[in-house]
Structures are given as structure tokens and as C-alpha cells.
């Protein structure tokens, strides 16, 4: 059964950084893209950023581009996102999934969804 687990989140001040850590189990991880998803209060979830199996694709959105950084060692089944100068609407539940593929890793998630980790960026 697939799995992924969030951590990382954390209270931080406008201008900071968090890395995000998506860990898999339950399936062959480097057979699937994975994606970085958030939600805020009040929204809907929406994608922000995808990684292909091996690493060699990533696209952003672009809230997000230029400051968000997504990496992924498959030899500790775990995704990593690292944030860099944080905004106050960046503050989100982030969730990370797996995607059959590169093109559908945003759109059409397949795993189940994991409780997310809460990043709050305030001052």
C-alpha cells in the first residue's frame, strides 16, 4: 500500500527558509514522480511543485518559482522541498503524492493523501 509521510513544517518569519521531507514506503519509489501539493485555509489544494523518477524534470508553480526547490534521493525513498524566502501566503498544509507520471504528477495524484505538514510563515 503506498504511503507518504510529510515533515518539516514549522512556524517561520516572512524571508525564511524550511525544507520540507516527503518519505515513501510501500512501493517501488523510483518507478513514480512525485509532487509537492499545499492548502490553505479556506482554498483548495493545488499543486506546487513535481519531480520525475530519476530527478532529471521539475516544474514549478509559478507562486513559487525562483524561491522553491524540489530534490528527491531515491536511496532513502524521500523528496525533499526546500523553501527560500518565505511569504505569508506560502502558510499552507503541504502534502507531497505520487504520480504515475511527469505530466500527470499534479493533476492526477494516485496515492492516498497523508495528514500534511502545517508551514506558517508570520511574524
Known amino acids: 500500500q503506498m504511503q507518504l509521510v510529510e515533515s518539516g513544517g514549522d512556524l517561520v518569519q516572512p524571508g525564511g527558509s524550511l525544507r520540507l521531507s516527503c518519505t515513501a514506503s510501500?512501493?517501488?519509489?523510483?518507478?513514480?514522480?512525485i509532487g509537492w501539493f499545499r492548502q490553505a485555509p479556506g482554498k483548495e489544494r493545488e499543486g506546487v511543485s513535481c519531480?520525475?523518477?530519476?530527478?532529471?524534470?521539475?516544474n514549478y508553480a509559478d507562486s513559487v518559482k525562483g524561491r522553491f526547490t524540489i530534490s528527491r534521493d531515491n536511496t532513502k525513498n524521500t523528496v525533499y522541498l526546500q523553501m527560500t524566502s518565505l511569504k505569508p501566503e506560502d502558510t499552507a498544509v503541504y502534502y507531497c503524492a505520487a504520480g504515475r507520471t511527469f505530466d500527470s504528477c499534479l493533476s492526477a495524484p494516485i496515492s492516498p493523501w497523508g495528514q500534511g505538514t502545517q508551514v506558517t510563515v508570520s511574524s
Open positions: 510501500g512501493f517501488i519509489f523510483d518507478f513514480y514522480s
Open positions: 519531480i520525475s523518477h530519476f530527478g532529471r524534470s521539475t
